[in-house]
């Protein structure tokens, strides 16, 4: 046993030898300096490539942002023009529906507006026929071409009730204020060149261009009456105040107070 124990010991001695030895080789052959440096090296680089990997990440994060938030502001902003163009489409549109309803019911409008022309025509007529004559001639043409537009297709209807609208103005102005005009006027189968004056529809007289003639209109009777000589000089300066000849004065002059068309 004795034996036994001390090849034990010996065996594990030279073990231990063994494992000195090992242990002895490699510290025998420790890792150069230039190995460490290039170890670093490498170290560093990898470090500094992933930073800039890192870093170039990070600038295509924030540009991502930037572009994100311009696109939202542009997205708000067209948003809000579109509403904006929209609201004026449906206007439009509201604007066409109503025109488009105006244009059906022209037909029908026309149906009652043509008659009713006629009419205004007929009562234009009858009333220069019953009124004063001042500018008789004028005014009778007035109404015959009014006759004549309204059987022409290419003036439209809208310029025929214009017309008919502004010849009863004019015959409105006929009854302000006091007017002369030249003319002629016909006395014993003659024609005589004289001056009218009238003031408004209240009186309308004549005056020779000599001023030694006179007559006034009878509205009544429908004919001229020769007016005393008295009323010669009146109605000169009358006829000088209606043409801004002379300032404007109070005059006496016969009246005859003309009837009115129904």
Same mark, same amino acid.
């Given at each position: 046993?004795?034996?036994?124990?001390?090849?034990?010991?010996?065996?594990?001695?030279?073990?231990?030898?063994?494992?000195?030895?090992?242990?002895?080789?490699?510290?025998?052959?420790?890792?150069?300096?230039?190995?460490?440096?290039?170890?670093?090296?490498?170290?560093?680089?990898?470090?500094?490539?992933?930073?800039?990997?890192? *870093?170039?990440?990070?600038?295509?994060?924030?540009?991502?942002?930037? @572009?994100?938030?311009?696109?939202?502001?542009?997205?708000?902003?067209?948003?809000?023009?579109?509403?904006?163009?929209?609201?004026?489409? @449906?206007?439009?549109?509201?604007?066409?529906?109503?025109?488009?309803?105006?244009?059906?019911?022209?037909?029908?409008?026309?149906?009652?507006?043509?008659?009713?022309?006629?009419?205004?025509?007929?009562?234009?007529?009858?009333?220069?026929?019953?009124?004063?004559?001042?500018?008789?001639?004028?005014?009778?043409?007035?109404?015959?071409?009014?006759? @004549?537009?309204?059987?022409?297709?290419?003036?439209?209807?809208?310029?025929?009730?214009?017309?008919?609208?502004?010849?009863?103005?004019?015959?409105?102005?006929?009854?302000?204020?006091?007017?002369?005009?030249?003319?002629?006027?016909?006395?014993?189968?003659? *024609?005589?060149?004289?001056?009218?004056?009238?003031?408004?529809?209240?009186?309308?007289?004549?005056?020779?261009?000599?001023?030694?003639?006179?007559?006034?209109? *009878?509205?009544?009777?429908?004919?001229?009456?020769?007016?005393? *000589?008295?009323?010669?000089?009146?109605?000169?300066?009358?006829?000088?105040?209606?043409?801004?000849?002379?300032?404007?004065?109070?005059?006496?002059?016969?009246?005859?107070?003309?009837?009115?068309?129904?």
């Amino acid at each position: 046993m004795t034996t036994v124990i001390k090849r034990s010991k010996i065996a594990a001695a030279m073990v231990g030898v063994m494992a000195l030895a090992g242990s002895g080789v490699a510290a025998a052959n420790p890792p150069s300096l230039q190995q460490l440096q290039s170890e670093q090296t490498q170290t560093n680089r990898s470090q500094a490539a992933s930073q800039e990997r890192v *870093d170039s990440l990070f600038d295509q994060s924030r540009d991502l942002l930037a @572009d994100y938030r311009a696109i939202v502001a542009e997205y708000e902003a067209l948003k809000v023009y579109n509403d904006h163009v929209q609201a004026l489409i @449906d206007d439009q549109q509201r604007e066409l529906d109503s025109l488009q309803a105006q244009i059906d019911g022209i037909e029908e409008t026309r149906q009652g507006v043509v008659p009713l022309m006629y009419k205004m025509i007929d009562s234009l007529d009858e009333f220069v026929g019953l009124d004063i004559p001042i500018h008789s001639e004028s005014r009778e043409r007035r109404v015959q071409r009014l006759r @004549d537009i309204m059987t022409r297709s290419n003036v439209t209807d809208s310029e025929k009730f214009r017309q008919i609208v502004e010849a009863y103005q004019t015959e409105m102005d006929y009854g302000v204020g006091p007017n002369s005009y030249s003319g002629t006027l016909s006395v014993d189968g003659q *024609d005589v060149a004289v001056d009218f004056f009238h003031l408004g529809r209240v009186v309308l007289m004549a005056q020779s261009l000599d001023m030694r003639n006179a007559w006034l209109w *009878d509205n009544n009777a429908r004919e001229w009456n020769r007016v005393e *000589d008295s009323f010669l000089s009146p109605l000169t300066q009358a006829i000088r105040m209606s043409r801004r000849q002379t300032a404007f004065d109070v005059v006496r002059l016969p009246v005859s107070a003309a009837e009115n068309a129904e």
